[in-house]
């Protein structure tokens, strides 16, 4: 996978003309993908995973992660010739050029970012808090953790970024303490290593695969993130050259995390005991036979799935910020508040949508929704990135082999479908979003034809 250099005198399109503060360095935006990626789905969704598949809890975490591996190649290559803030919305209007399926494509992405931060607010106000209160109802706390998030948000993106980068220094402590926990454990001779290869479904046939498929596909909620870095690209210095880099390193360390963090839950804890816990890292540090106490692990979780929340609520409102621009919203929802050049209206609505959202389901539902959503956007985008090969650019970028998000498109597909045995619940409600959506293109579009103007994106 090669990357060329950037022309100094081609400069990438939309360079120079975003009214955003471009405040992200490579550094910053790996721990951003780093953090992104990490927190709400491994700390919370691991026994979920767990029942689904069994002792072979690894094997779905080694398969997501080829999966992300796979799609991620494919946004670094478009967000390189196209480094604005819509992301997967610009990529399917200039590939298809149907402002509906653009508009599809954009609501499911931002819905699926507010079910992502709905998910981890309801993790934040669950069991890893009961270990130090449970005074409060779980659903009063879950919207003000929302609201919190939006006002730090609404301050800057300089500073959610470093709040950011704090909090992912935080939740990577607490999963290498989980690996320092299997090590000791290990050392010390205890774990069962049969379990490693042991399937809930028996290890045979069909019921296998779908086993294998379903603990993959909300497994795979784990991984969700390195795509919304993609909507950073106008805060980003020299988004062409930083992207690459720093979206491959951050898939690469999450993914070799998790598979860690899922052969050391298998080894200490039985499956079954995982899935019954909606803390299950709680109850790996608990069985490891390492003297670090619970309340401290709980604490590092808190600030985890903070990081998740806070990551996603930024990736929904500069999506709005950017379908604004492309005129796939209204224009307001694009309006930049002045002294913070923080898109303001966009992110009210879209804290306001996770408030709703909040109360819609529990963890393991908010995150298979999750990533149904994003599967589909991801094989649509593997699809988009073949399409805009046609379409040359005068600045150099980044260009994956074809075979990938030929892959990409497929595995994406294999996943969101029934094969994967996704709970029914989740299709209704993931319908149900895009009925929402479908009468808000159909608002969108009477209020721009009684307005008189182009019923088209801006700039395609």
């Known amino acids: 996978m090669a990357t060329g250099g950037r022309d100094a005198a081609a400069q990438p399109e939309g360079a120079d003309d975003t009214p955003l503060h471009r405040a992200i360095g490579p550094k910053l935006l790996i721990l951003f993908v780093v953090g992104d990626i990490l927190g709400t789905g491994i700390y919370a969704t691991t026994g979920q995973v767990a029942g689904k598949v069994g002792g072979a809890l690894w094997l779905p975490f080694v398969i997501g992660f080829v999966v992300a591996i796979l799609t991620a190649a494919s946004y670094v290559e478009l967000v390189g010739k ?25 609501f499911m992405v931002m819905c699926s970012g507010l079910s992502s931060a709905s998910a981890a607010a309801r993790a934040f106000s669950g069991d890893y808090l009961g270990e130090f209160t449970d005074l409060f109802p779980p659903t009063l706390v879950a919207i003000l953790f929302i609201l919190a998030l939006s006002a730090l948000n609404l301050r800057g993106v300089s500073e959610s970024v470093k709040t950011n980068v704090v909090l992912t220094v935080v939740e990577l402590t607490g999963l290498f303490v989980i690996l320092a926990v299997g090590a000791w454990a290990v050392l010390g001779g205890e774990g069962e290593p049969s379990r490693l290869g042991e399937f809930q479904a028996g290890g045979t046939g069909y019921a296998l695969l779908t086993s294998v498929l379903g603990a993959t596909a909300l497994g795979f909620f784990a991984f969700v993130g390195f795509e919304d870095s993609v909507n950073m690209a106008e805060e980003t210095k020299d988004p062409a050259r930083t992207f690459p880099r720093a979206v491959f390193i951050g898939v690469a360390v999450t993914g070799t995390i998790y598979v860690l963090v899922a052969l050391v839950s298998s080894l200490l804890v039985d499956y079954r005991v995982l899935e019954d816990s909606s803390g299950p890292l709680l109850e790996v540090v608990k069985a490891g036979g390492l003297d670090f106490p619970p309340k401290l692990f709980a604490l590092i979780a808190l600030f985890a799935v903070t990081n998740s929340a806070l990551s996603n609520i930024m990736m929904a409102s500069r999506l709005c910020y950017g379908m604004a621009n492309e005129r796939i919203l209204p224009r307001a929802l694009g309006r930049v508040l002045p002294r913070r050049r923080t898109p303001v209206v966009g992110i009210v609505f879209v804290s306001l949508l996770a408030i709703g959202l909040v109360s819609t389901g529990e963890i393991a539902g908010l995150g298979d929704t999750t990533a149904f959503l994003l599967l589909c956007v991801f094989a649509v985008v593997n699809i988009a990135v073949l399409v805009l090969r046609r379409d040359r650019v005068e600045h150099r970028h980044f260009r994956t082999p074809t075979v990938l998000p030929v892959l990409g498109a497929i595995t994406s597909l294999i ?12 299709y209704v409600r993931a319908g149900v979003l895009l009925a929402i959506g479908i009468v808000l293109w159909l608002v969108n579009k009477a209020v721009m034809k009684a307005r008189g103007e182009e019923d088209e994106l801006s700039g395609s």
């Open 82 to 106: 196209y480094p604005k803030a819509a992301g997967a919305a610009l990529y399917t209007q200039k590939a298809f050029q149907v402002p509906f399926l653009t508009f599809i494509v954009a």
């Open 415 to 426: 996943l969101a479908s029934p094969l994967s045995d996704r709970p029914a619940h989740v």
